[in-house]
């Protein structure tokens, strides 16, 4: 079959690799729609090491192509969506709540990590009856694959923003994170959601996903400016989606005493992320910084297919640019340099 890989650090390519097989409780899935994520961008440029012939993604859709001998909840033929997090259910950190760790820091993430990823004819899927979510009819593929990473993501940054019902929320980066960061405070009902972004088409995005305000930091005090719009006090929650140590820094700042912090963002560089010693209260604000990767499996997958399904989110907007699987290359280049006012390049096999 035909995959899209890591060839080496900051090199892409297509290679031929054998259709994988699944083990006693796997899947193997046939790729129907996928999307590039920034974090794809991240692993060729050497986030996770140099790797060769890796394949690349982890936010796909596909029909079941075969099964293992005790999967019990699939068969071929199963239109299904994946988590890009793809836990060992049986791990003791999934036992206590934690799945997304689930045999070591970040675990649960296996797809162009410790596996092959999405980009290909077919991938492997380990926990299938745990991990695959069966898409219903009336939501289509190129809606569904949003539930792999962007709305699980982007809605467990809200989650964890412990919002109050009509708090206020300022979220740093409008990217697809972000923006479904903002959705997400809407759903969980936020009274006054502020955006923070300096590129228009992310704006106008943010306001469709239900953001009041907009704050652009290269021409505003976004500290200043954010503190004025909650009325004085700053607000009650901070989501910060894009990993940058201003960014972070920005969240604590911005954030009332008492209130929560949560990251969403993937901080790259440096050996530490710095914490403002003034506006943590000198360590006594009762300020909460809150941590996650995203969510996988069933349950996560059915409710963010059924936020869909109910019209509560159309993540479908964020689609910028659509290209078939003999372009992903030329994809992988738009995303990694954000070509084109690019958001999110849906993939069609
Ligand atoms: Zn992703």
């Known amino acids: 079959m035909k995959a899209f890989v890591m060839k080496g650090l900051d090199r892409v390519g297509f290679a031929e690799k054998p259709v994988?097989?699944?083990?006693?409780?796997?899947?193997?899935?046939?790729?129907?729609?996928?999307?590039?994520?920034?974090?794809?961008?991240?692993?060729?440029?050497g986030a996770i090491g140099p790797r060769e012939n890796l394949t690349l993604g982890h936010e796909a859709v596909g029909i079941v192509h075969q099964v293992g001998s005790e999967v019990r909840r699939f068969k071929p033929g199963d239109r299904v969506v994946v988590g890009a997090i793809t836990p060992d259910w049986g791990d003791p950190a999934s036992q206590a709540g934690h799945s997304s760790q689930s045999g070591t820091a970040l675990?649960?993430?296996?797809?162009?990590n410790i596996k092959d990823g999405v980009f290909a004819e077919y991938f492997h899927v380990n926990d299938?009856?745990?991990?695959?979510?069966?898409?219903?009819?009336?939501?289509?593929d190129e809606a569904a694959a949003y539930c792999c990473d962007m709305l699980?993501?982007?809605?467990?940054?809200?989650?964890?923003a412990d919002i109050p019902m009509g708090g206020t929320v300022a979220v740093f980066a409008l990217?697809?994170?972000?923006?479904?960061?903002?959705?997400?405070?809407?759903?969980?009902?936020?009274?006054?959601?502020i955006g923070v972004d300096s590129?228009?088409?992310?704006?106008?995005?943010?306001?469709?996903?239900?953001?009041?305000?907009?704050?652009?930091?290269?021409?505003?005090?976004?500290v200043k400016r954010i503190v004025e719009i909650s009325g004085g006090g700053g607000v009650d929650a901070a989501i910060e989606a894009l990993g940058g140590n201003e960014p972070f820094e920005n969240a604590i700042k911005v954030t009332k005493p008492g209130g929560t912090i949560s990251n969403a963002?993937?901080?790259?560089?440096?050996?530490?992320?710095?914490?403002?010693?003034?506006?943590?209260?000198?360590?006594?604000?009762?300020?909460?910084?809150?941590?996650?990767?995203?969510?996988?499996?069933?349950?996560?997958?059915?409710?963010?297919?059924?936020?869909?399904?109910s019209g509560r989110i159309d993540p479908t907007r964020m689609t910028t640019?659509?290209?078939?699987?003999?372009?992903?290359?030329?994809?992988?280049?738009?995303?990694?340099?954000?070509l084109d006012g690019i958001i999110k390049p849906l993939i069609t096999f």
């Open 20 to 45: 994988p097989q699944p083990g006693p409780n796997d899947a193997i899935v046939r790729t129907t729609r996928a999307l590039i994520c920034t974090s794809d961008a991240h692993t060729v440029h």
């Open 107 to 112: 675990g649960g993430w296996k797809f162009a």
């Open 128 to 140: 299938a009856d745990a991990n695959l979510a069966a898409i219903p009819p009336g939501v289509p």
């Open 152 to 160: 699980s993501t982007g809605l467990m940054a809200a989650e964890n």
């Open 175 to 193: 990217g697809p994170v972000g923006l479904m960061a903002v959705a997400g405070a809407r759903l969980r009902g936020a009274g006054l959601v």
């Open 199 to 222: 590129v228009a088409k992310r704006a106008e995005l943010a306001r469709y996903y239900g953001a009041d305000e907009i704050v652009d930091h290269s021409r505003e005090d976004v």
């Open 265 to 309: 963002g993937y901080h790259g560089k440096g050996d530490f992320v710095n914490i403002p010693r003034l506006e943590w209260g000198v360590g006594m604000a009762e300020k909460t910084i809150r941590t996650g990767l995203c969510p996988g499996g069933r349950l996560r997958m059915e409710r963010m297919l059924q936020l869909i399904r």
């Open 321 to 338: 640019h659509s290209f078939g699987f003999d372009q992903l290359e030329q994809a992988f280049t738009m995303m990694d340099r954000k």
